[in-house]
């Protein structure tokens, strides 16, 4: 099983829907993140979270919201949803003092 | 505020020759530097990274990239590539304060070997 698990791994949803995106990992972390890329313009930050009680914006935080249920989960979610967050979204992990990142396998996201 | 630049989107080469994938970053703090690749429809996995020491650091299948301080580089090179080697790379940038190490990445670049 991988360490960082993403659901789903495709989705295709209407504009106006609202869409969650999960990650789980089995790496004990603490840091998590979300990110979304783009052809082009690589990977841009969206949110990132140290532990349960704290959630930050990234550099494109605007129409995303999340939730750090647990240590080992956070989930990304699209309020409602516009053609422009069509994307492939990234989560990832990492450890307290490590300056390695794991990446889960990534969601493609369609929204028409 | 960090920012990284890959200077190339794509790089087409033939197999076995060298390739050279560029990267230039700028920070106001001290920096670790990393590259990740990303082959089709997968996950972004560590190729190398750079946090202090050695200038040259080096991968287990053949890349190796420069810390290059004065110019604020960090180029990935291989000798001769294998069609096995088309992806694409991202360098990347973590400042060395705080607890977060958020990664910052640059554009991508996307190596095509041929035959």
């Known amino acids: 099983d991988a360490d960082v698990t993403q659901t789903p791994r495709n989705r295709i949803t209407k504009t106006g829907k609202r869409i969650m995106l999960e990650c789980s990992q089995t790496?004990?972390?603490?840091?998590m993140y979300w990110y979304r890329q783009d052809p082009g313009l690589g990977l841009r930050l969206i949110y990132y979270?140290?532990?349960?009680?704290?959630?930050n914006k990234g550099e494109i935080s605007d129409g995303y919201s999340v939730s750090r249920q647990a240590q080992a989960k956070f989930s990304l979610s699209l309020e409602s949803a516009i053609p422009n967050q069509t994307a492939l979204y990234f989560c990832?992990?990492?450890?307290?003092?490590?300056?390695?990142?794991?990446f889960g396998q990534g969601t493609r996201l369609t929204v028409v | 505020a960090q920012s990284v630049t890959q200077l190339d989107s794509q790089v087409p080469v033939f197999e076995e020759a060298p390739v050279e994938l560029r990267c230039n970053y700028s920070?106001?703090?001290?920096?670790?530097l990393f590259w990740y690749v990303q082959y089709p429809n997968q996950g972004l996995q560590l190729l190398l990274k750079y946090l202090s020491g050695s200038t040259l650091v080096e991968s287990i299948n053949g890349f190796e990239a420069e810390f290059n301080k004065s110019q604020t580089s960090f180029h990935l090179r291989k000798p001769s590539v294998h069609i096995s080697d088309t992806a694409e790379y991202f360098c990347?940038?973590?400042?060395?304060?705080?607890?977060?190490?958020?990664?910052?990445f640059g554009a991508g670049t996307r190596l095509a070997v041929h035959p």
């Open positions: 990347a940038v973590s400042d060395q304060t705080g607890g977060y190490n958020k990664l910052i």
């Open positions: 920070s106001s703090v001290s920096v670790y």
């Open positions: 790496k004990g972390h603490d840091r």
């Open positions: 979270s140290f532990d349960v009680k704290d959630i």
């Open positions: 990832a992990t990492r450890g307290e003092g490590s300056t390695e990142a794991f």
